[in-house]
């Protein structure tokens, strides 16, 4: 067996680095990073983001009971009145009332209570769709009413004011660094508009259409056959004016 000379000694290990220096490169290519990233997981658009959604919540109202008079004033039966016609209208389910028991008021809110009941099934609501709950009150300090509610398919949105970034320069807020919308824009209207929508089916289809008003539609055509004009004119709309500026 002979020897390596120095020289050969340097070439083998030349030789060596090289080959472990190319291994090193293409173990690189084949490396794959295990970091999921997220950037595009949050959309920009706010209605997307607070999306609004139709789900069954429920719709009441509180009738106050004092100690020593039962029955319901007249803005109160107004209001029974005014939930059993929302009930004959959107109602999903049945009409709870949670009237309380063992308390100073207890006898009274029992005499409300038969009077609310009256004012339902003469608004249309019948007698099965009526439930009595009773409840003892949380804090003796506050006077106990009588809660009245009832399930109804409604449009919601939220919950608002979540900021999980901050609105200022920071190094971590991808937001700010990109130029797009803080995660709360735009929120608080889409609540509102889910609040002030009144049939929350109509997000998802049109209405049906209604019967055309004869007598009008029999009016125009006939100004229309005649060639006059199908406008309609109203002499008294120039009363209701303060100023005659810009005439």
Request: hydrophobic letters at 35%; proline letters at 7%.
């Amino acid at each position: 067996m002979t020897s390596r000379t120095p020289l050969q000694r340097v070439k083998a290990a030349g030789l060596f680095g090289a080959l472990l220096g190319l291994a090193t490169t293409l173990g690189a290519c084949n490396w794959q990073s295990t970091e999921v990233v997220t950037t595009a997981s949050v959309p920009n658009d706010y209605r997307h983001r607070h999306p609004i959604a139709v789900t069954e919540a429920d719709q009441s109202i509180t009738v106050f009971v004092g100690r020593g008079r039962g029955g319901l004033s007249g803005p109160q039966r107004a209001d029974v009145a005014g939930l059993a016609y929302n009930w004959m209208r959107e109602g999903t389910g049945a009409i709870v009332a949670e009237v309380p028991i063992e308390t100073a008021n207890a006898r009274a809110a029992a005499a409300s209570y038969q009077e609310i009941r009256s004012v339902l099934m003469a608004g249309g609501v019948p007698s099965r769709a009526i439930t009595l709950r009773h409840y003892h009150p949380d804090d003796s300090r506050t006077l106990p009413t009588i809660r009245l509610s009832y399930p109804k398919i409604a449009a919601v949105a939220g919950p608002c004011g979540l900021w999980p970034q901050d609105l200022g320069p920071n190094i971590d807020n991808a937001a700010y660094n990109e130029n797009r919308p803080y995660h709360n824009f735009g929120c608080a209207t889409q609540r509102n508009l889910a609040a002030m929508i009144d049939n929350p089916a109509d997000l998802e289809q049109p209405r049906s259409e209604t019967p055309a008003y004869t007598p009008r539609r029999s009016t125009a055509f006939e100004k229309y056959r005649k060639g006059t004009s199908t406008a309609t004119n109203y002499p008294e709309a120039d009363k209701a004016k303060l100023s005659d500026t810009g005439k």
